[in-house]
């Protein structure tokens, strides 16, 4: 099946420093891919849909400037953490779906991101 | 706005048991997706149920689909200890490219 790939798996940061995710589609092409957040013990929640050559749809009460998303080409997508504060800490999970038959979504591995 | 509730949200079996987790929903949707994860790990697709009536197994893992209900089961025969994780499931409506995801049942498979 198709692969996605996310880096880091983890990261540790100082607050106040910006943090960057790749996502990558390894085998199809993407013109959409999904950010979502995960807390401990909690279910995924959307933060943003990322779109190839345009702007990042975002999710109610996710703020657009402290996560910036860029999907400059159909196989990678990046979401920053502007100035990091201990809350943003979490796990960060991108999804890309296929866009034929029974329209899978992948998931890449996540990111555990802690700010310190 | 979708809504999807999983039960039980935390789930102790014994090894060798049966159980059943709900995922009830609430707008139309015509496929489901249930997936699974472990502790640290990101989300391996389990299933994917595109009609009403759907029945979909694995394994030891079976999961159905009602879409008139709005309900998906995902049946656990002769629990193992290897099953034990986060289970989600994922209601979609087709052309719908977002996800929503439950709220995840913790299953402990207990020797």
């Known amino acids: 099946g198709a692969v996605v790939s996310q880096h880091p798996s983890r990261v540790i940061c100082k607050s106040g420093t910006s943090v960057k995710i790749e996502c990558r589609s390894l085998d199809f092409q993407a013109t959409t891919m999904f950010w979502y957040r995960q807390f401990p013990k909690q279910s995924l929640m959307l933060m943003a849909t990322?779109?190839?050559?345009?702007?990042?749809?975002?999710e109610q009460g996710v703020e657009k400037d402290k996560f910036l998303i860029n999907h400059a080409s159909l196989t990678l997508s990046t979401l920053t953490v502007t100035s990091a504060h201990p809350e943003d800490s979490s796990f960060y999970i991108c999804?890309?779906?296929?866009?034929?038959?029974?329209?899978?979504?992948?998931f890449g591995q996540g990111t555990r991101l802690t700010v310190v | 706005e979708l809504k999807v509730e999983q039960n039980p949200l935390f789930l102790s079996m014994q090894e060798g048991k049966n159980y059943t987790i709900y995922c009830n929903y609430s707008?139309?949707?015509?496929?489901l997706y249930w997936y699974r994860q472990d502790p640290g790990k990101s989300l391996e697709s389990l299933f994917v149920l595109l009609s009403n009536g759907a029945v979909k197994q694995e394994g030891r893992l079976m999961a159905s689909l009602d879409t008139k209900a709005r309900l998906s089961t995902l049946h656990i025969t002769a629990a193992v200890h290897d099953l034990s994780a986060t289970y989600f499931c994922a209601p979609n409506l087709f052309g719908n490219e977002k996800l929503t995801f439950g709220t995840g049942t913790r299953l402990t498979i207990i020797p």
């Open positions: 999804s890309a779906r296929e866009r034929t038959g029974p329209f899978l979504a992948f």
């Open positions: 707008t139309t949707s015509d496929r």
């Open positions: 990322s779109n190839e050559g345009s702007k990042a749809t975002y």
